[in-house]
């Protein structure tokens, strides 16, 4: 009867007061979030504390109103934890102390599979921030950004597809990085690691 019920019905049912459905929807997503999140951190302990976390938020948010159903629930979860793994990342400096000796080196204790999984989730975010605030911008200056960067075009081809001469793709350009900035900052956005 369970996987009968869609996870929106759960939502709106645990909203409404049954707090069952919290129990139903965190059963029916125990083993992929979890195993979603042990694939990130490699740690059984420090997976089910950000699991726990996940929950902790979802339920927050829910009991405020604030879950709006654009998405589905599981993308939406997975999402949550995915940003507390990489905030666990940042405020947790898992880099070992150096005392000078060799055997102690800090690349020896610590995995390079650790390290690229660290980065790897930082740039994930770093990615999504900055496409989000792309689409921010006015169409022209979205289209010679995502030509340059993500089509890696020269300003000469951004001219000959747009029509435009390449002093006003130029400008395009110098527009939109300005205009970049200033979401950034006033997003309080870090785009580095």
């Known amino acids: ?19 069952r459905a919290i129990e139903m929807l965190i059963h029916r997503h125990n083993a992929r979030l979890t195993g979603f999140i042990y694939s990130k951190v490699g740690d059984r302990e420090l997976t089910e504390d950000i699991f726990q976390d996940t929950f902790m938020k979802v339920i927050r948010t829910l009991k405020r109103g604030a879950y709006n159903e654009e998405g589905k629930f599981l993308p939406w979860v997975m999402r949550i934890a995915h940003n507390l793994i990489i905030d666990h990342f940042r405020k947790n400096n898992r880099m070992p102390m150096y005392d000078g000796m060799e055997s102690n080196h800090v690349f020896s204790l610590m995995g390079d599979e650790q390290l690229n999984a660290e980065k790897q989730l930082i740039k994930e975010q770093i990615d999504h921030d900055l496409a ?32 435009v001469s390449i002093n006003t793709a130029l400008g395009r350009m110098r527009y939109a990085l300005i205009n970049l900035r200033k979401l950034v900052e006033a997003n309080s956005i870090v785009l580095t690691n």
Request: avoid cysteine; hydrophobic fraction near 30%; aromatic fraction near 6%.
């Open 1 to 19: 009867m369970e996987l009968q019920i869609k996870d929106s019905q759960l939502v709106r049912q645990y909203i409404n007061g049954d707090e």
């Open 132 to 163: 989000r605030m792309i689409k921010q911008l006015p169409e022209d200056q979205q289209e010679v950004l995502q030509m340059r960067l993500y089509k890696d075009m020269s300003f000469k081809e951004i001219s000959n597809n747009t029509g």
